[in-house]
């Protein structure tokens, strides 16, 4: 079974620091693009990033609101997805999703989701 | 590149066909996915390639559309249907939603 779990969710105070993580199984995890995408309570999806695969150098992308604060990173041989946030603010309280690229497609569709972690910010 | 659902609040009845528009601020070829998300659950997809039909998802489920409008039709609404739904679009970064339109039981 595919399958994707975030872990490493909490409360961080304004300014501080956090690192997510996601464990996939079931599938060849090298062989994807991944992506992180967030939703603050109430409101819509937001993407936040993506890390291509080896053969594309592990090449990221990521939205405005998070570059420079936001590093993903990803370890194949663990089979596992990394997003390290710095210097959060109150609006980067969301869940985080974890999520497959399609393989297979000009570009890589979302096809497999992760449960989602919720991090909160807040003094 | 916006996105820019509508209606953002859809109330319809079991059995009714319904359609949901994504107009994108420019043109993204049909580089278009549809996700649905029920409340307190991960988006699941539902159409990609703006017409293809992901695996698994009932055939009532369709999409068309090129360039800058697209459209999610759901032919025979079912109970199991009443969600929100989301577009994105994958032809440029960075990659971007729309803001939902949310289909409530009439």
């Known amino acids: 079974e595919v399958q994707l779990v975030e872990s490493g969710g909490g409360l961080v105070q304004p300014g501080g620091s956090l690192r997510l993580s996601c464990a996939a199984s079931?599938?060849?995890?090298?062989?994807?693009?991944m992506d992180w995408v967030r939703q603050a309570p109430g409101k819509g999806l937001e993407w936040v990033g993506r890390?291509?695969?080896?053969?594309?150098?592990?090449?990221?992308e990521y939205a405005a609101s998070v570059k420079g604060r936001f590093t993903i990173s990803r370890d194949d041989s663990r089979n596992s997805l990394y997003l390290e946030m710095n210097s959060l603010t109150t609006e980067d309280t969301a869940v985080y999703f974890c999520t497959r690229g399609m393989t297979g497609t000009s570009v890589q569709y979302f096809d497999c989701w992760g449960q989602g972690t919720l991090v909160t910010v807040s003094s | 590149i916006q996105l820019t659902q509508s209606p953002s609040f859809l109330s319809a009845s079991v059995g009714d066909r319904v359609t949901i528009t994504c107009r994108a601020s420019?043109?993204?070829?049909?580089?278009l996915a549809w996700y649905q998300q029920k409340p307190g659950k991960a988006p699941k997809l539902v159409i990609y390639?703006?017409?293809t039909l992901q695996s698994g998802v009932p055939s009532r489920f369709s999409g068309s559309g090129s360039g800058t409008e697209f459209t999610l039709t759901i032919s025979s609404l079912q109970p199991e249907d009443f969600a929100t739904y989301y577009c994105?679009?994958?032809?440029?970064?960075?990659?971007?939603f729309g803001g939902g339109t949310k289909v409530e039981i009439k």
């Open positions: 994105q679009q994958l032809n440029t970064y960075p990659l971007t």
């Open positions: 079931g599938f060849t995890f090298s062989d994807h693009y």
């Open positions: 390639d703006a017409s």
């Open positions: 420019q043109g993204i070829s049909s580089y």
């Open positions: 890390i291509r695969k080896q053969v594309y150098s592990y090449t990221t």
